[in-house]
């Protein structure tokens, strides 16, 4: 849905080329994905522009979101999700780790405070939390999910991989285990801040290191700032290397979960 850093792009007020350009696909909203599942719907991340984004892509029943990490770009649409929880009459299970909890739970206090109190019954966002673990295939909407231990700077965050698809955003490094589980992609979705390094992101030069090593068929680039034009990253990368855009849609391979394949 969305493939742009935490400030979006184009940057308010900035005068850069890419900020000021015409091309679509140099404006960026902030990183998410959705997934259509066999069973129904579910987001990747719920960043703040998570309503404009599912309006675009036309959604219609959001019934579960899943969590990379709880910074402020990646969770405060989670309000958006309020709608669902009327339409679905429960709450939106959350699949995240232990501090992804803790911090939305902080973020939107007032969704965890006694309903009774709330000036009518929609006022706040219905959520309810599954724990997900790195390594721990989880079974959702129809799908299997198998949690990616990444590293993001000195915070330890999840990547997903689904099928033949993996999807990590916010990655500095990917530790020599998980490395071993995102082998044999089809399609890989990678997080590039810039092309200068940066203490907590991928740069260009070290993700298509990383691209090399674990080579993909395909590797789509996300949560990218602008200081990267497409035009120039198209005419610059190997054509197996593509820069994403806001709007881009994904084949994946349906893997059931274990019980169901049977
Ligand atoms: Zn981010
Ligand atoms: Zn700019
Ligand atoms: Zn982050």
């Known amino acids: 849905m969305g493939t742009g850093t935490s400030i979006g792009v184009p940057v308010v007020g900035c005068r850069c080329s890419v900020c000021l350009s015409d091309n679509p696909r140099n404006r960026r909203t902030r990183t998410g994905v959705l997934v259509r599942a066999p069973e129904g719907e579910f987001v990747i991340d719920a960043g703040p522009e998570l309503r404009i984004q599912l309006v675009r892509e036309r959604a219609t029943l959001i019934r579960a979101a899943v969590m990379t990490h709880a910074h402020a770009d990646h969770i405060m649409g989670i309000d958006d999700l309020r709608i669902f929880g009327f339409r679905l009459h429960s709450a939106i299970p959350i699949h995240c780790e232990a501090p992804v909890e803790t911090q939305i739970r902080q973020s939107f206090s007032y969704a965890f405070t006694d309903p009774t109190t709330h000036s009518h019954q929609y006022a706040a966002p219905r959520l309810t939390f599954n724990r997900i673990s790195p390594g721990q295939a989880f079974s959702l909407l129809g799908l299997s999910i198998l949690p990616v231990r990444l590293r993001h700077g000195s915070l330890d965050i999840l990547g ?60 789509w680039l996300t949560h990218m700032s602008h200081e990267l034009d497409y035009d120039e990253l198209c005419s610059s990368l190997p054509e197996h290397v593509r820069p994403a855009w806001d709007g881009l849609k994904i084949p994946f391979t349906v893997l059931r979960p274990p019980e169901e394949t049977v």
């Open 160 to 219: 997903f991989r689904i099928g033949n698809v993996a999807f990590c955003t916010d990655v500095s490094t990917i530790p020599s285990e998980s490395r071993d589980l995102l082998h044999g992609l089809d399609t890989l979705v990678l997080s590039v801040l810039r092309r200068e390094p940066h203490p907590t992101h991928l740069h260009l030069d070290a993700a298509l290191k990383l691209i090399r090593q674990l080579q993909p068929r395909k590797t």
